[in-house]
Every structure is written in structure tokens, then in C-alpha cells.
Nanobody, 120 residues
């Protein structure tokens, strides 16, 4: 069974920084695209940043130049460095990965989410 576990969320003042981490575990053959999504109360879950297995990245316009996604393939981890945080960045952040499991084949997996709250 593949699992994604996020960490690093919390409460931060506007203008501050946080770093989110997500670790994949299970009998994994390979991991394709990995990404971070977020969902604010009453809103849909939106893509924040995506990184391919080759390291290409894509960002939502609202976070460009403030957030940086990276990954460590050997450790099966993905990170999101968030700088210059704004009130509107407050949301639950979810890790997402396209995983090829030896046991279950290819599937898309989600973490349980980590709360990021930006205060004024």
C-alpha cells in the first residue's frame, strides 16, 4: 500500500516562510509527477505546484516567485518552500503523486493534508 505523509504546516505571520515535506512509502517502483495542492474553506482543491520526475516545474500564478517545489527521488520526497506568505495562502495543503507500485500498479495518491495558516 502506498502512503503519502505531509509535514511542516503550521501558523505563520504574513511575510514569513514555511517548508512543507511529503514522504512516499510502500513498495514503490517509481514515482512520476509529484505536486502540491491546496484547499481553502468553501473552495475547490487547486494545484499549487507540480514537478516531474525529470525536475521540470509548474506553478500557479498566485505563488510564482514565492514558492519553490523540489524533490529528492532517492528519498521519495517532495518539498514546498513557501516564502512571503500571504493571508490568502491559508489552506490545507495536500501532497499528490503518480506512483508505480510493484503491488498495485500505477495510481494517483494523496496525503492526508497539512494545515497552513497565515495570520496578519
Amino acid at each position: 500500500q502506498v502512503q503519502l505523509v505531509e509535514s511542516g504546516g503550521g501558523l505563520v505571520q504574513a511575510g514569513g516562510s514555511l517548508r512543507l515535506s511529503c514522504s512516499a512509502s510502500g513498495i514503490i517502483f517509481s514515482i512520476g509527477d509529484m505536486g502540491w495542492y491546496r484547499q481553502a474553506p468553501g473552495k475547490q482543491r487547486d494545484l499549487v505546484a507540480l514537478i516531474t520526475s525529470g525536475g521540470s516545474t509548474n506553478y500557479a500564478d498566485s505563488v510564482k516567485d514565492r514558492f519553490t517545489i523540489s524533490r529528492d527521488n532517492a528519498k521519495k520526497m517532495v518539498y514546498l518552500q513557501m516564502n512571503s506568505l500571504k493571508l490568502e495562502d491559508t489552506a490545507v495543503y495536500y501532497c499528490n503523486a503518480r506512483v508505480l507500485s510493484v503491488v498495485t500498479g500505477t495510481g494517483t495518491y494523496w496525503g492526508q493534508g497539512t494545515q497552513v495558516t497565515v495570520s496578519s
